[in-house]
């Protein structure tokens, strides 16, 4: 029996094609063929060949779909109350998470789904195409497990996260123990990657490299939570282990940058965190000028940045860390998908995955120029309008 043949879908009437490889660069007058789910052609408007079908865009800007590697979703419970005592200042610190523990225990698995599903949602509407979720609001091998499999419902690219914090009523020892044994074997099967919150308040260097060790030897990739409340280890360790990122990155000396522009593992910032806490921001400028590999994502989670808006850290990303809009997109895109060591999204060319994100503006630079401004007119994944 024959496969039906492939259709195929041409955008044209871009004004300005984003595609984030410096071979192509930045196309005007833009069009595009999708086929199927992947990109087939990419050219001027004037040479574009015909197609099944035909979408034109009326001179909007088209960019890769983008790439939101680092997010907290499967929770329960709200912490507004929280937000509300740091904006009259009580500073954040990582043991805030523990409310969310007892919610999330307490939630059944529709409603963490349901929540769950609804923020997938949220990111899809603001142009995030692919998004990475974490688990860490169970802190105990049943919980920590339906959380990851819950994630996988939602998207390829779950990381296990039981070294977030150690919940009350355990020994320290035991529960690094756990979290490298019994609780790893179940939550391994339903995820990609393995993460550890290293800062003060959680778990130190030490700690941190015997989780990831684990998770490495049951054949998951390392990430890390590095360098958020203080100018620790963590990301000193990130690159010992050739984690594929050290997110936060929010106190760096200049050891830490030289050993992230050294290295292949990707300086994830997160802006909305420190919008949130009214933290520091990173040295973005620091970073790139180092020849670093940077990263934006949203780090959407119920305590320190509860936000599904990557737009929103775009702005903040240009306006607060003095990236350019160009850098600030690119990290958004082609450095979230580094970040998840994905070489078929975050960037534009024949043969990648079609998933776009077209603006209701004629160049990406309005993403920070009209901050706060549903600009997203459509977000396609594989091919097909979301």
Same mark, same amino acid.
């Given at each position: 029996?024959?496969?039906?043949?492939?259709?195929?879908?041409?955008?044209?009437?871009?004004?300005?094609?984003?595609?984030?490889?410096?071979?192509?660069?930045?196309?005007?007058?833009?069009?595009?063929?999708?086929?199927?789910?992947?990109?087939?052609?990419?050219?001027?408007?004037?040479?574009?060949?015909?197609?099944?079908?035909?979408?034109?865009?009326?001179?909007?800007?088209?960019?890769?779909?983008?790439?939101?590697?680092?997010?907290?979703?499967?929770?329960?419970g709200d912490r507004a109350a929280e937000f509300a005592a740091r904006m009259t200042g009580t500073a954040y610190s990582a043991g805030g998470i523990r409310s969310t523990v007892a919610a999330t225990r307490e939630a059944s698995d529709e409603a963490l789904r349901a929540n769950l599903a609804r923020l997938a949602a949220e990111l899809r509407a603001a142009g995030v195409t692919t998004f990475e979720c974490k688990s860490g609001y169970g802190l105990d091998t049943a919980t920590e497990e339906r959380s990851v499999r819950l994630a996988a419902e939602q998207t390829s690219e779950v990381?296990?996260?039981?070294?977030?914090?150690?919940?009350?009523?355990?020994?320290?020892?035991?529960?690094?123990?756990?979290?490298?044994?019994?609780?790893?074997?179940?939550?391994?099967?339903?995820?990609?990657?393995?993460?550890?919150?290293?800062?003060?308040?959680?778990?130190?260097?030490?700690?941190?490299?015997?989780?990831?060790?684990?998770?490495?030897?049951?054949?998951?990739?390392?990430?890390?939570?590095?360098?958020?409340?203080?100018?620790?280890?963590?990301?000193?360790?990130?690159?010992?282990?050739?984690?594929?990122?050290?997110?936060?990155?929010?106190?760096?000396?200049?050891?830490?940058? $030289? =050993?992230? @522009?050294?290295?292949?593992?990707?300086?994830?910032?997160? &802006?909305?965190?420190? !919008? %949130? /806490?009214?933290? *520091?921001?990173?040295?973005?400028?620091?970073?790139? $000028? =180092?020849? @670093?590999?940077?990263?934006?994502?949203?780090?959407?989670? &119920?305590?320190?940045? !509860? %936000? /599904?808006?990557? *737009?929103?850290?775009?702005?903040?990303?240009?306006?607060?860390?003095?990236?350019?809009?160009?850098?600030?997109?690119?990290?958004?895109?082609?450095?979230?998908?580094?970040?998840?060591?994905?070489?078929?999204?975050?960037?534009?060319?024949?043969?990648?995955?079609?998933?776009?994100?077209?603006?209701?503006?004629?160049?990406?630079?309005?993403?920070?120029?009209?901050?706060?401004?549903?600009?997203?007119?459509?977000?396609?994944?594989?091919?097909?309008?979301?």
């Amino acid at each position: 029996m024959t496969s039906p043949p492939a259709r195929t879908t041409l955008l044209t009437g871009i004004g300005l094609l984003a595609t984030q490889y410096d071979a192509l660069g930045e196309i005007e007058n833009a069009a595009l063929v999708i086929e199927d789910e992947r990109i087939a052609w990419i050219g001027s408007t004037a040479d574009a060949p015909a197609a099944d079908s035909c979408v034109d865009l009326a001179g909007r800007c088209v960019l890769p779909g983008f790439v939101d590697s680092h997010a907290h979703l499967v929770f329960a419970g709200d912490r507004a109350a929280e937000f509300a005592a740091r904006m009259t200042g009580t500073a954040y610190s990582a043991g805030g998470i523990r409310s969310t523990v007892a919610a999330t225990r307490e939630a059944s698995d529709e409603a963490l789904r349901a929540n769950l599903a609804r923020l997938a949602a949220e990111l899809r509407a603001a142009g995030v195409t692919t998004f990475e979720c974490k688990s860490g609001y169970g802190l105990d091998t049943a919980t920590e497990e339906r959380s990851v499999r819950l994630a996988a419902e939602q998207t390829s690219e779950v990381t296990y996260l039981g070294a977030h914090v150690v919940p009350a009523g355990i020994d320290r020892g035991e529960y690094v123990d756990l979290v490298c044994g019994e609780m790893l074997a179940t939550c391994a099967p339903h995820a990609r990657w393995v993460d550890a919150f290293c800062e003060q308040g959680a778990f130190d260097v030490d700690e941190s490299r015997a989780v990831l060790t684990a998770g490495k030897a049951a054949g998951l990739l390392p990430r890390l939570h590095a360098n958020q409340l203080t100018a620790g280890g963590g990301v000193r360790l990130a690159v010992e282990l050739d984690a594929a990122s050290a997110d936060h990155c929010t106190h760096l000396r200049p050891s830490d940058i $030289d =050993a992230l @522009a050294n290295s292949s593992t990707v300086a994830t910032l997160l &802006p909305l965190v420190e !919008f %949130s /806490t009214r933290s *520091p921001y990173p040295d973005a400028r620091g970073l790139l $000028d =180092a020849g @670093a590999t940077v990263a934006l994502a949203t780090d959407c989670n &119920p305590g320190s940045g !509860f %936000s /599904t808006s990557m *737009p929103l850290a775009i702005a903040l990303a240009v306006r607060e860390m003095r990236m350019t809009p160009a850098e600030a997109v690119h990290a958004a895109t082609a450095g979230g998908a580094d970040a998840l060591r994905r070489n078929d999204i975050g960037r534009l060319a024949v043969g990648q995955r079609a998933d776009l994100v077209v603006l209701d503006a004629p160049s990406y630079v309005h993403l920070a120029y009209r901050p706060g401004v549903p600009l997203i007119h459509q977000t396609w994944i594989n091919g097909k309008p979301a």
